[in-house]
Structure formats: C-alpha cells, structure tokens
T-cell receptor, first 113, second 112 residues
Framework: KAGVTQTPRYLIKTRGQQVTLSCSPISGHRSVSWYQQTPGQGLQFLFEYFSETQRNKGNFPGRFSGRQFSNSRSEMNVSTLELGDSALYLC????????????FGPGTRLLVL | GENVEQHPSTLSVQEGDSAVIKCTYSDSASNYFPWYKQELGKGPQLIIDIRSNVGEKKDQRIAVTLNKTAKHFSLHITETQPEDSAVYFCAASNFGNEKLTFGTGTRLTIIP
C-alpha cells in the first residue's frame, strides 16, 4: 500500500505570495491532518479533515486554510506569506480519527524569502 | 486547550543501556497518547501508543506507561541500538476532538 505523499517537496516563495500544498492520503484513509514543524515551535496542529469537513483547527491565523476533496486528497493554502511561515508542513492520514494510528508523509519544506 | 510538556530535550545513552522520556499533559479529558520517532529528513513515525484505559503497553524493546492520576506518560526503550538515535515526540488527544497536541521533542543519541 502506498504511503502518504506530499507535493511539492520543496518550495521557495517571497513574502506576500500565496502557496498551495497537496497531500494524498493512504488509500482508504478518510482523516487527513496538517501540521507545521519549526525549530522554535515544534510540531503544531493546523487542522483535520474528514469526509470533506474540517472537524477541528489549531491556533493559526485565517491565512492558513485547507480543504479536502471527495477522494480524501487534501490541500492547504497559505495566503500573504510571512517570513515566519517558513517551516516543514506535514500531512498525516488515518482511517477515520486522529486518535488512530496516523501515517505521516515526508513533508513539504517551505522557505519564505 | 491541551498542553504537553516533554523532558528531557536531549538524551545521550550508551548503546545497550535504557532510555526514558517523560511527558505530562494538562487536559484530563485526553485519552490517546502516541509516541513518534522522527529521523532526519523524514516525517514522524508512530512507534507505540496507549489509551487511557490501559496503564502499560509493551512492544519488544519499547514500552509506554501511563499514570492518569498524575497526568503523565513515559516512553521506555531498553537495550538501545544506534538506529534508535532520532528525535522522539509524545502527543495527546481526546478521541472525538480530533486535535493532536505534541510535546517539544527529545533528541536521543545512542553512543556506540
């Protein structure tokens, strides 16, 4: 079974731009979560989707948004990029809940200049 | 909201010795506690998890203990090997709340 895939793996953007990251979960998994990982703040929960519905979100500004499609694939978008948005963005999938075994993708490393 | 504290931030042990990493959580409603291992350039990988109705769980050289009263849980790795070197994260969630809070991580180094 293929693992969680994330595209692109690396991105360089400039301040003020927007970016869209993509995540394809393991086949059959309907729960997709997104996390931001930085050296200073560690791993922080962004949001979780199930059946195209956002079930919970972390403490991030509205510039961070996401969505999930009917095939469970998910995208997250960051608008008006700031230098502090530079991070590794991780996606994880599980069958139906965040409280089950989550499988993480390799992440998308975003650098904002 | 939930707050998870993790100690120590770095840990070095001789190969073959045991390593213990401890976490405390604040939300008494949390009932799921996973541990993840992250190697350089990779996403975190679940190594063991425990639910609040269980006090201890073991999987070969890895074990996790949970003390609900004190709101802390620990990861124990015995007979450490060089491939155990990585960053380990604890986390906590409340089934149904669909939000996972991570600890700050422990960089474990196994000295050959």
């Amino acid at each position: 079974k293929a693992g969680v895939t994330q595209t692109p793996r690396y991105l360089i953007k400039t301040r003020g731009q927007q970016v869209t990251l993509s995540c394809s979960p393991i086949s059959g998994h309907r729960s997709v979560s997104w996390y931001q990982q930085t050296p200073g703040q560690g791993l922080q929960f962004l949001f979780e989707y199930f059946s195209e519905t956002q079930r919970n979100k972390g403490n991030f500004p509205g510039r961070f948004s996401g969505r999930q499609f009917s095939n469970s694939r998910s995208e997250m978008n960051v608008s008006t990029l700031e230098l502090g948005d530079s991070a590794l963005y991780l996606c994880a999938s599980s069958p139906s809940s965040i409280s089950e075994t989550q499988y993480f993708g390799p992440g998308t490393r975003l650098l904002v200049l | 909201g939930e707050n998870v504290e993790q100690h120590p931030s770095t840990l070095s042990v001789q190969e073959g010795d045991s390593a213990v990493i401890k976490c405390t959580y604040s939300d008494s409603a949390s009932n799921y506690f996973p541990w993840y291992k992250q190697e350089l350039g990779k996403g975190p990988q679940l190594i063991i998890d425990i639910r609040s109705n269980v006090g201890e769980k073991k999987d070969q050289r890895i074990a996790v203990t949970l003390n609900k009263t004190a709101k802390h849980f620990s990861l124990h790795i015995t007979e450490t090997q060089p491939e155990d070197s990585a960053v380990y994260f604890c986390a906590a969630s409340n089934f149904g709340n669909e939000k996972l809070t991570f600890g700050t991580g422990t960089r474990l180094t196994i000295i050959p």
